[in-house]
């Protein structure tokens, strides 16, 4: 019997709350109106889903970047070498300089007036 009481308590009390939410959001026309239970829940799981994607997000980009911090320590520092000179090899090419085409002018124009 005492758990029948407490039951119908929780109900009375249950009602009682989903009324004043009611009377709340609706006012005088409360009783042509109801939330739907279904719509709290659904915003409640799309905010839930957005957070869950922002924390994969950070995870991969936290990830990410440590894995670039790693391989940049276990890189050996790179030296230059010495590039061989050009006559310590017969089958290189000498250097590039200026075109052996003589420099030839260009006539300049002067604007009419």
């Not at 050996?76 to 030839?104: E, F, G, H, L, N």
Request: with cysteine.
């Amino acid at each position: 019997m005492p758990r029948e009481y407490n039951n119908q308590i929780i109900e009375s009390v249950s009602v009682r709350r989903q009324r004043l939410r009611d009377a709340a959001l609706f006012g005088a026309d409360r009783a042509r109106h109801s939330l739907d239970e279904g719509v709290g829940k659904l915003f409640a799981s799309v905010a839930l889903a957005a957070v869950i994607c922002a924390g994969c997000v950070g995870w991969s980009f936290i990830d990410r970047e440590l894995a670039k911090e790693k391989q940049q320590q276990n890189q050996p520092a790179q030296t230059v070498a010495p590039s061989p000179s050009p006559s310590a090899t017969s089958s290189a090419t000498p250097p590039r300089t200026q075109s052996t085409r003589p420099a030839t002018k260009r006539p300049t124009t002067t604007p009419s007036r």
